[in-house]
């Protein structure tokens, strides 16, 4: 606790003094129309140094008003107020007060003939669209958009890389209108398109039409107007079209290698990407998306590329390429009108070997357990994935969808397992050795269809219908020994099982749903049934499986014999229907200062399931029907005061129920699994659940101050009536039965806050991040016929802190801490504790414009290990060529050679640590190369871009406000 104290104190002091800023001031004034008086909103004023640098800039409010802070006194500067069709307004003063009042300007209109050479504003309002100018911001040649919106007051990019503005999370970022590349991580556009192409950045609000709920209010114009924040990246007409990627290879001590490219052309329809990456530093790589997010341009939040995961179990071997490409058939679509296609493939190899010790501690009636036990798994694997989508959507009222996406696969694992049982006296009750080699292999398709018709005009016609298939085959061929030896007074027991088995198994499924929103036009008319909406939902659903099991026991002569038990073939169908009903209401109070969202809904659905099993096992030849009826309920609330904060909340409720499977009911009991062998459930009734979630959050939305500040709370109950819990019953030896019973209760909550804080003063800017959870949890069983009650608690805190120093220093510090306590009220009403504290310190230095050296300290204990664990990774890069396209890496990991794989966790029986094999010690040199060329062009296009970039007016800027984004 000392630790954390003292870091929050140091972290604190810290942000206390980067707000202090001695020897500055503020100034604060209006804009007026000159001809009517009248107060000029969304007028720009811009603060330029003496060597014509941007300083600082703001967008008047709706009086017309503006206020500017951070000023250093006795500074000169010179003041721009400039607004579309006015002429520029200029004036030099001089910061002699810490609070200056400036004169009124007032903003006289353009003539006609008049020509007029103007600055070019950073930022202004264009209708109700926010627009960045990249133009206005002197930047290395080498700068990319990332680098650009850390630039812009307000927009805060946060160190795990999300985006937001004025506290606001920005869910979505388009290039040109459309997901860039097809894919939906932003990173990929900000961390590699360069700002020189950019022709201007803006950022709009648009309700969230993907959802029914959004559309059903969006008829009586009753949704909030902000529900969705949306950047959209605008290229340079000349800058539609290019390349870029990466190249890079490494080699390292220990024969360790890292090699990934990824290369990504678009144009103004079309895109592809190729690319993918191999190592075996224990880095995981699912897919050519990951690859692309490892090898931008630019990354300043990220201490190490694909760095390895000290914490994965065995040394892995990965290769993983892919291609994708989309498509779009319409050249001036958006993502509200769309005509696109995308597609890809994936490819994965991976092979990895991990060997486990395993010391457990069971608190049973029988007297107590130590078990020691260890495993080696040697596996490999590969996978073939295809995915094709196509959209086409004309505005929110009609969109259609269809994807297919199929994939196939086969593996190949090792097993050798053994453990051994003894008492508190060390004498050894039982023990066990096996070894397994198991071939298997896949195959899966599915196909997604979806349909949306909206009419605002005519409700009638308002539905959303959407249906899939999905149709999957597996099949296992697995060759087992087994032996086990008990011990007793009378001598040793010996038990062997070899056994081969063959399973086969294939499953096809069809899901739809229809949502029809013109209920109450088609049953009220024009009548507005008091401002209550209604829709109603209808779901059918169908699963087939079947299972073919073939298991051979191996006698001493080798000769295979049918295990009449384990031996069967079965189908098992399900039918489900699910008609719902949903009301909901909702309120709306606008003003221009501040607005309110009231939203109260309430529904019911009735469950119809019928199941069907046959099989060549009379007992599991059970047909059963099954109907519930749920409720459900919420409550939404929002709350924005302009430029001040926004606040809102949400509350909701649903029921459920469940009933046993066959399995539960008629389990196939496998003899060989001594240690723990499942005799299904005893006259079991089906279970009732409760469930109740609430959230808040609250974010400041001041534009004029370089603070930013969020609060969320998320928290649910959910209560279980009649559980299937666990009976199970141990024996000196080792041998656990286990069975299926209902409880009386269970019990959880859950509970989660965080908070974020930032503040950008000069260049540099400061983070806080914090995050909590806890849980909280109640839940009956029977150990040794004993009723035992699991209590367990446990909660998790975790703080960052983020500071950069403008574009030199880039520091962090984190801290995790983690406790677990489960208290069982039965036998010896015994506790088990978890303990767990770590934390990380990472730096970056840009010691030159082209070199950099990073440090990664990484501190974890708990209680289950003796000594506490620091992992020290380092690296340093540089940066050469013309375009600062390549780069060399020199990487370090584990330096203090500290690292150990070891886990610690408790259950309702005991407690259980573990050690296995993972990465050590190793050093690599990295070589990359980034390819990047944008646009073609011809030498005049280029030269109007170079004198937009130094200042000079952009002819071709669009006038005018961007319309109603509510569709």
């Known amino acids: 606790m000392k630790y954390i104290t003292l870091t929050l104190l140091t972290v604190f002091s810290i942000a206390i003094n980067v707000q202090a800023q001695p020897g500055t001031g503020r100034i604060s004034g209006i804009i007026s129309d000159t001809v009517t008086g009248t107060s000029m909103e969304s007028a720009t004023v811009i603060i330029y140094k003496p060597d014509s640098t941007v300083f600082q800039f703001k967008i008047t409010d709706k009086n017309g008003r503006y206020e500017i802070t951070g000023l250093p006194l006795q500074a000169k500067f010179l003041l721009v107020a400039s607004f579309a069709g006015y002429n520029e307004f200029r004036m030099p003063f001089t910061m002699d007060?810490?609070?200056?009042?400036?004169?009124?300007?007032?903003?006289?209109?353009?003539?006609?003939?008049?020509?007029?050479?103007?600055?070019?504003?950073?930022?202004?309002?264009?209708?109700?669209?926010?627009?960045?100018?990249?133009?206005?911001?002197?930047?290395?040649?080498?700068?990319?958009?990332?680098?650009?919106?850390?630039?812009?007051?307000?927009?805060?990019?946060?160190?795990?890389?999300?985006?937001?503005?004025?506290?606001?999370?920005?869910?979505?970022?388009?290039?040109?209108?459309?997901?860039?590349l097809g894919n939906s991580d932003h990173r990929i556009a900000t961390q590699n398109l360069p700002k020189n192409i950019i022709d201007k950045i803006q950022l709009y609000n648009e309700v969230d039409m993907g959802t029914e709920a959004s559309?059903?209010?969006?008829?009586?114009?009753?949704?909030?107007?902000?529900?969705?924040?949306?950047?959209?990246?605008?290229?340079?007409?000349d800058k539609k079209n290019g390349y870029f990627g990466k190249y890079g290879a490494g080699y390292g001590t220990d024969k360790r290698y890292s090699a990934d490219a990824a290369l990504q052309f678009y144009n103004k329809r079309s895109t592809l990407a190729v690319g993918g990456g191999a190592n075996n530093i224990n880095a995981e790589i699912a897919g050519l998306n990951d690859t692309q997010r490892e090898s931008t341009f630019r990354n300043n939040y990220a201490t190490f590329r694909s760095r390895s995961n000290f914490g994965r179990n065995g040394i892995n071997r990965v290769i993983s390429p892919g291609i994708q490409f989309t498509h779009s058939f319409s050249q001036n679509e958006n993502e509200r009108r769309t005509n696109r296609i995308n597609g890809g493939y994936d490819y994965d190899n991976n092979s990895g070997n991990a060997n486990t010790q395993t010391y457990q501690e069971r608190y049973l009636t029988t007297g107590d357990q130590i078990i020691n036990s260890f495993s080696e798994n040697v596996n490999q694997s590969q996978r073939h994935a295809l995915k094709m989508n196509y959209g086409k959507s004309l505005d929110y009222n009609k969109r259609f969808s269809v994807s297919a996406n199929g994939a196939t696969g086969n593996s190949y694992a090792e097993n050798t397992s053994g453990s051994v049982i003894k008492t508190r006296q060390d004498v050894t009750v039982s023990d066990r050795s096996s070894n397994s080699q198991t071939n298997a292999n896949s195959k899966s398709f599915n196909t997604t269809l979806n349909y949306t018709n909206f009419d605002s005009e005519n409700p009638l016609k308002a539905f959303d219908a959407n249906a899939s298939f999905v149709r999957s085959e597996n099949a296992s061929d697995r060759n087992e020994n087994t032996v086990y030896n008990f011990y007793d007074s009378t001598g040793v027991q010996n038990t062997l099982f070899k056994r081969h088995s063959v399973k086969e198994t294939s499953s096809t499924s069809f899901n739809s749903a229809l949502t029809y929103s013109g209920l109450k036009r088609l049953l009220f008319g024009r009548f507005n049934f008091f401002g209550i909406d209604i829709s109603t939902n209808h779901n059918v659903s169908y699963q087939k499986n079947d299972d073919d099991n073939k298991v051979f026991d191996i006698d001493v002569s080798q000769k295979e014999n049918s295990n009449k038990n384990l031996t069967y073939n079965e189908t098992f169908s399900t039918f489900q229907y699910v008609p719902s009903l949903s009301l909901s209401k909702n309120f709306n109070k606008w003003s221009s200062r501040k607005s309110s969202f009231y939203s109260l809904r309430t529904g019911a659905?009735?469950?119809?399931?019928?199941?069907?099993?046959?099989?060549?096992?009379?007992?599991?030849?059970?047909?059963?029907?099954?109907?519930?009826?749920?409720?459900?309920?919420g409550a939404s609330y929002s709350h924005q005061v302009i430029n001040v904060y926004r606040l809102s909340g949400n509350l909701s409720y649903e029921n459920g129920y469940g009933y046993s499977s066959i399995n539960q009911i008629a389990p196939v009991v496998d003899s060989s699994n001594l240690y723990s062998l499942y005799k299904g459930g005893l006259n079991l009734v089906n279970s009732k659940n409760n469930n109740l979630n609430a959230n808040l959050s609250f974010s400041t939305i001041n534009p004029k101050r370089p603070t930013q500040f969020n609060l969320n709370f998320n928290g649910s109950l959910s209560n279980v009536l009649k559980p299937f819990v666990d009976s199970t019953l141990n024996s000196l030896n080792g041998k656990q039965i286990r069975y299926t019973i209902n409880g009386n209760k269970r019990n959880n909550s859950y509970f989660n806050y965080s908070a974020s804080f930032s503040r950008k003063i000069k260049g540099n800017q400061v983070q806080v991040q914090y995050n909590g959870n806890i849980n909280k949890g109640m839940s009956p069983s029977y150990i040794d016929n004993l009723y035992t009650v699991i209590n367990t608690t446990s909660y998790t805190q975790s703080f960052r802190f983020n500071y950069y120093y403008k574009t030199i220093v880039i520091t962090g510090v984190s801290i995790n801490t983690g406790a677990s306590n489960s208290r069982q009220t039965g036998y010896n009403n015994k506790n088990f504790n978890t303990r767990n504290f770590s934390g990380e310190f990472n730096v970056t230095v840009n010691v030159h414009k082209d070199a950099s050296i990073s440090s990664n300290l990484a501190y974890s204990q708990n209680n289950g290990i003796v000594k506490p664990i620091?992992?020290?990774?380092?690296?340093?890069?540089?940066?050469?060529?013309?375009?600062?396209?390549?780069?060399?890496?020199?990487?370090?990991?584990?330096?203090?050679?500290?690292?150990?794989?070891?886990?610690?966790?408790?259950?309702?029986?005991?407690?259980?640590?573990?050690?296995?094999?993972?990465?050590?010690?190793?050093?690599m040199v990295t070589l990359s190369y980034f390819p990047r060329k944008f646009g073609g062009g011809n030498g005049r296009a280029e030269r109007n871009n170079v004198r937009t970039e130094n200042g000079q007016p952009n002819i071709n800027r669009t006038q005018g406000g961007r319309g109603n984004r509510r569709g």
């Open 215 to 237: 559309r059903s209010q969006i008829t009586d114009g009753q949704a909030p107007k902000d529900s969705m924040l949306t950047m959209d990246i605008r290229l340079k007409a």
């Open 870 to 923: 620091t992992i020290w990774n380092a690296n340093s890069s540089y940066r050469f060529l013309k375009s600062k396209q390549a780069e060399l890496k020199f990487t370090a990991t584990d330096i203090l050679k500290q690292f150990k794989n070891i886990s610690y966790v408790a259950n309702d029986l005991g407690v259980t640590s573990s050690v296995s094999n993972g990465l050590q010690q190793y050093f």
């Open 605 to 633: 659905n009735k469950q119809f399931i019928n199941e069907e099993n046959t099989s060549s096992r009379t007992n599991r030849n059970i047909n059963r029907s099954f109907s519930f009826l749920r409720f459900n309920a």
């Open 97 to 180: 007060a810490a609070v200056k009042k400036m004169d009124t300007v007032f903003l006289q209109t353009k003539t006609s003939n008049e020509v007029i050479i103007t600055s070019i504003a950073p930022i202004r309002m264009n209708g109700d669209t926010l627009e960045i100018n990249p133009a206005a911001f002197k930047m290395a040649n080498d700068a990319v958009a990332e680098d650009l919106l850390n630039k812009v007051p307000g927009i805060v990019i946060w160190a795990d890389g999300s985006i937001t503005m004025n506290g606001k999370t920005i869910p979505k970022v388009l290039v040109d209108g459309k997901p860039f």
